[in-house]
């Protein structure tokens, strides 16, 4: 199938279902004075996909998410 180029998805790519757990962990951080991201809208905020992450990385990124939240 040819790409016709119309427009480029950011985050849109295909599933890796451990890679993708590790970015949503890895990418959970304040992305705004006051407001962290974590769970499915670190993949928002960041592009990355969406289809991999599963609860393993919801319930590590917030966890990561609190934690930083009580450093801060």
């Known amino acids: 199938m040819m790409a016709r180029g119309y427009v480029k998805w950011k985050g849109m790519d295909p599933m890796w279902v451990e890679g993708d757990e590790d970015s949503v962990i890895n990418y959970t951080d304040e992305v705004f004075s ?24 919801m319930l590590l990124s917030s966890k990561k998410g609190a934690g930083l939240l009580c450093i801060g």
């Open 34 to 57: 006051g407001l962290i991201a974590v769970g499915m809208s670190v993949t928002e905020t960041n592009g990355l996909p969406r289809m991999g992450p599963t609860f393993r990385s």
